[in-house]
């Protein structure tokens, strides 16, 4: 999780919610170049 959101930000995208351990998962959001959000989950 932590490569793909530095890569995204290497790409233009801005960190929303960095990395977050969950019960169940480990989830992160990161802004893309039009501001559109993605979520990243690892379980």
């Known amino acids: ?5 530095a ?3 290497q ?3 801005t960190r929303v919610l960095a990395p ?3 019960p169940v998962s ?3 959001v990161f ?3 039009d501001g559109n959000r993605v979520g990243l989950v690892r379980r």
């Open 1 to 5: 999780m932590d490569a793909a959101l």
């Open 20 to 22: 977050v351990d969950t």
């Open 26 to 28: 480990r989830i992160a």
């Open 31 to 33: 802004a893309d170049p």
């Open 7 to 9: 890569r995204a930000e």
């Open 11 to 13: 790409l233009g995208g």
